[in-house]
């Protein structure tokens, strides 16, 4: 049987389709199984969209052929994977980060789908309206598709309004399998975020809160989701982050991750000890941390994505202010 025949112009359609009506679902005013439903829409969505790119880029959307059975496509999972093999996510559009984002979204479509999913919709909600603008990003440069052309921007967040807090403390029914897969699908989260932000990730395409205007208020990082529920699903408790996931990187690996993130000069580690001075880089627990008997500081995804997005001109003079400074010490 010969492979049937796929049209990456209909790839494409049907995602924005499968996209316009998870955004049109999640903001009926009255609506059961809301999430749930938005979720599937939401990965088929990109589903689809990461196929027409593999299409367009000639590149395979079928898994091998096993005799006696019918072709089959790509999961999510695998597309995912083989858009990032060969680099189809556009400049602007950090595909590590977009990886982590629609891979939490399938985990609870699983949950969902095959059997059912505890009241996550507060854990997902920035995992969702998140989702939503990469994919916005990813379509217009990708293929020229504006999804604004289709809908009101002011429904694109998800909704007339957000949480107050993107990831609140949760307080499971006391059924011991309700409480088993909160902690499961927390601690899933957890180490999605955790290796993101480990790779130099853009966390802000991972998951994010927006406002109306859909300007971020807050970005999702691993240590919003350190809370545990008991195994009598009546306590909460709260658990430390490992600095060993989040802060993986001694100063030669953050510089070497940084240049290899940015289009300027190489830098060294005069840089990196002019930016900590002027910026007091070693006092942001977000981006470096320094256990009490060792004698440096590890330092995080955010470390490398902050000073991977500086320039050349900044570096440059924050070099020459440090100088001064030194030599302003000597005297």
Not at 6 to 19: F, G, H, I, Q
Not at 48 to 59: F, G
Not at 139 to 168: V, Y
Not at 210 to 226: A, C, F, G, I, Q
Request: hydrophobic share 40%.
């Amino acid at each position: 049987m010969a492979q049937p025949y796929v049209s990456s112009r209909r790839l494409v359609a049907n995602s924005l389709s499968a996209m316009l009506s998870a955004i049109e679902v999640y903001n009926k005013p009255r609506m059961e199984y809301r999430d749930e439903v938005t979720v599937v829409l939401i990965v088929n969505a990109w589903e689809l969209a990461l196929k027409a790119a593999l299409k367009q880029a000639k590149k395979r959307v079928f898994y091998r052929k096993k005799t006696g059975q019918p072709y089959r496509t790509l999961a999510v999972e695998d597309a995912l994977k083989q858009a990032l093999n060969h680099n189809l996510f556009p400049p602007g559009v950090d595909g590590t980060a977009v990886a982590a984002n629609v891979s939490a979204l399938v985990e609870y479509r699983n949950r969902a789908v095959h059997l059912y999913a505890a009241d996550l919709g507060e854990m997902v909600y920035p995992f969702m309206q998140t989702s939503v603008l990469n994919y916005r990003d990813y379509m217009l440069d990708r293929f020229n598709k504006d999804l604004a052309d289709s809908i009101t921007w002011q429904l694109l967040p998800l909704g007339a309004r957000t949480p107050s807090e993107p990831i609140q403390f949760m307080k499971a029914d006391p059924s011991k399998s309700a409480v088993a897969e909160v902690r499961e699908f927390i601690d899933g989260l957890r180490r999605l975020l955790d290796e993101a932000q480990a790779a130099g990730g853009d966390m802000q395409r991972v998951a994010s809160v927006y406002d109306v205007h859909l300007r971020s208020t807050k970005t999702v990082t691993s240590r919003d989701l350190e809370v545990a529920v008991a195994n009598d699903g009546e306590k909460v408790v709260v658990r430390k982050a490992d600095p060993n996931q989040t802060h993986p990187y001694s100063a030669t690996e953050l510089l070497q991750r940084v240049n290899a993130k940015r289009a300027g000069r190489e830098l060294n580690s005069r840089d990196h000890q002019a930016l900590c001075w002027k910026e007091h880089l070693r006092d942001d627990p977000r981006m470096a941390w320094k256990h009490g008997n060792a004698a440096t500081h590890v330092w995080s995804g955010d470390a490398v994505n902050h000073m991977a997005k500086l320039e050349d001109g900044y570096y440059d003079q924050v070099r020459s202010e440090y100088n001064a400074y030194l030599q302003s010490k000597r005297v």
